[in-house]
């Protein structure tokens, strides 16, 4: 029996795809490296569900890329559905490579429930997105429900949202003047150190915060001399 080209290719996708669920992750990353390498329709799917369950960062950053390699017509579908999974990486995940392709067609996808979502890599995720495909005149309704996430999480949860609500601009001054009264003093010191990165983007986080936390600490609302 003769063999094709067609069939060599058949039979390889197939060892691609069994190879993405190789117990080393240095199999699964030569895999994904080669799908994305060599893109087809059939992989889609697949791709999605991997980047559900992968445990290496590394391993799903080349699942993102591979995805970004096939056409946009098939992978929104896929990744739109996979932003309503009850599982929070397959959320996450599909957020981040809805961010890689930016597409704006993904907006109506980017809810609320997914801005405000417990799991904070999935929040910080939706916030990336949402301020790259935000379409134009619905910033301040997003940066009102940005705001709303002020005070949020460690360091790295906060320093994502001061970059999100940063990127969208001065129509974020009314949400950051409202949170600075906030009674919460973790919501007026995040706010407060949002407002000077808006101000001064060369400021660092760090220093933005300690300086917000003496406001704070002093009773301010940073609103003084403004």
């Given at each position: 029996?003769?063999?094709?080209?067609?069939?060599?290719?058949?039979?390889?996708?197939?060892?691609?795809?069994?190879?993405?669920?190789?117990?080393?992750?240095?199999?699964?990353?030569?895999?994904?490296?080669?799908?994305?390498?060599?893109?087809?329709?059939?992989?889609?799917?697949?791709?999605?569900?991997?980047?559900?369950?992968?445990?290496?960062?590394?391993?799903?950053?080349?699942?993102?890329?591979?995805?970004?390699?096939?056409?946009?017509?098939?992978?929104?579908?896929?990744?739109?559905?996979?932003?309503?999974?009850?599982?929070?990486q397959a959320?996450?995940?599909?957020?981040?490579?809805?961010?890689?392709?930016?597409?704006?067609?993904?907006?109506?996808?980017?809810?609320?429930?997914?801005?405000?979502?417990?799991?904070?890599?999935?929040?910080?995720?939706?916030?990336?997105?949402?301020?790259?495909?935000?379409?134009?005149?619905?910033?301040?309704?997003?940066?009102?429900?940005?705001?709303?996430?002020?005070?949020?999480?460690?360091?790295?949860?906060?320093?994502?949202?001061?970059?999100?609500?940063?990127?969208?601009?001065?129509?974020?001054?009314?949400?950051?003047?409202?949170?600075?009264?906030?009674?919460?003093?973790?919501?007026?010191?995040?706010?407060?150190?949002?407002?000077?990165?808006?101000?001064?983007?060369?400021?660092?986080?760090?220093?933005?915060?300690?300086?917000a936390k003496?406001?704070?600490?002093?009773?301010?609302?940073?609103?003084?001399?403004?």
């Amino acid at each position: 029996m003769t063999i094709t080209r067609h069939d060599e290719q058949d039979q390889q996708a197939l060892q691609a795809l069994q190879a993405l669920e190789d117990d080393r992750a240095s199999v699964r990353l030569r895999a994904a490296l080669a799908v994305g390498t060599t893109p087809d329709p059939r992989f889609v799917d697949k791709l999605v569900e991997r980047c559900a369950v992968e445990p290496e960062f590394y391993v799903r950053d080349m699942l993102t890329w591979a995805l970004t390699r096939h056409p946009v017509s098939m992978t929104l579908p896929a990744l739109v559905r996979e932003v309503r999974s009850e599982r929070a990486q397959a959320r996450s995940q599909a957020l981040h490579t809805l961010s890689k392709i930016g597409d704006p067609r993904a907006w109506p996808a980017i809810t609320r429930a997914l801005l405000t979502d417990t799991d904070d890599e999935v929040a910080r995720s939706a916030w990336r997105v949402a301020v790259l495909l935000v379409p134009d005149g619905e910033e301040p309704a997003l940066a009102t429900t940005l705001a709303t996430q002020l005070g949020r999480g460690e360091r790295e949860t906060q320093l994502s949202l001061s970059r999100a609500l940063v990127a969208l601009g001065e129509v974020i001054a009314p949400a950051l003047h409202t949170a600075s009264a906030n009674p919460d003093p973790r919501v007026r010191t995040h706010a407060l150190a949002t407002q000077r990165l808006l101000r001064d983007p060369d400021t660092g986080f760090e220093f933005a915060v300690e300086e917000a936390k003496r406001v704070v600490a002093l009773g301010g609302s940073g609103r003084e001399g403004q």
